[in-house]
């Protein structure tokens, strides 16, 4: 399932061109497309362009509206980015909370809109009524307040995420050379131990619990076969050196 | 426990000062507040503080060196940010899941040194191998190229969300008043079939199952105790000039 054809992005009324380049290449580094301006102040402009960057080919996509209504037409489930409290609550989820119900509601070919307002005064009451749900991104009560395009690169992170929770696990610490087994961790160890004796550096009697802090420091490695090989190889020429003498 | 005293963005060898201002500011939103500048090309700078916005506080805490070696000093764990793979892979990891342990070690009170490389070749492989853990944020594999000051935010706004999970959940969706118990919603649809009945819009023998529909509905807003009051008003109004006539 693509997010693709299925969420599109709102800004409305955005005074900033370099806000919508940069909400664009935000975009497409979390494999979103659709792009509405609802009544830009500069579209299309050299600035929107220059920080779009890579995400160039998304610019030609964008949609340009008048209205909400025009924006929102066809969208099933509509979403507001919305930092104030109201005072009639709104159904008002934080973003990683909402994300996985956005990204259900996206798999089951629902059309969803989430509206992003101006830099300086966000969405009206009147827009934020049209929406089915409010999205907050969690931050400091302090200073919440995210630059525009740093919230749309926020909310498509954590979509982004959430879709990808599986493959991005599966991807996470590849190695190039197998872990080294159990066993041949604990002949280094012996090895290495051995040595140590040798070199009078260690002491079965030990207070300090010598022999304990070297093992845990070579199971909690991971080691992998490659490293345990070369520190074989080390040890026995250390070995050798030793005992020529 | 505060992140803000453990954990230091080291932005390297920035080019240009818009990030480095964009950054205090995604910073700030997130409740960090430690930045150290390797040999930025251009600190302090106005355009550092027109896109730092109100994180201009955090300017002069920045701590500018010339080396990396100065600015990994007393660290304990470091971590770089990078998107490409190396040749000898080195420990590597997504941001979701790198987070919950870089907030343990901070926890720990371990200081916690986060870098960021150049914005056009990011980090050298020198630099990389200084690290502990390599991080990469999750993304489009076909354009996986933030900005640098939007990497900064994701990153931010992960360590922040992982921190503060269970606040967040307590504080999503506040209402400001009760729910309804189930024995008033039911009052609330009973009343409603009635006044159905009597307008002539529902029969108990409907094949569509009307009844079912109706209580789904009702059942599934998760209606409040004014809103039940209110619907009751209403229908005991239609109610009264239904039985005028």
Known sequence: MSLNTQVKIILVETTSPGNIGSALRAMKTMNFSKLCLVNPKHFPSDEVTALA??????IEKVEVVKTIDEALEDQQLVIATS??????????EALNIASPKIIDAATKKNKV????????RGLTNDELQRCNLHVHIPANKDYPVLNLAMSVQVVCYQLFMDMHLQTIKENSGTWDVPTASSNHVNRLIEHFIDIAEQVEVFNKGNPRQIGARIKRLFTRIGLDEM??????GFLSAIDKNLNKK
Chains 1, 2 share one sequence.
């Not at 960057?53 to 998304?58: F, K």
């Not at 930092?83 to 709104?90: G, I, L, T």
């Not at 490293?227 to 074989?232: C, D, I, K, L």
């Open 83 to 92: 930092s104030r409290e109201r005072k009639v609550p709104w159904p008002n």
């Open 227 to 232: 490293e345990v090989n070369f520190m074989r």
């Open 53 to 58: 960057a890579n995400a160039t080919d998304l």
């Open 113 to 120: 809109a989430i509206m992003f307002g101006r830099e300086d």
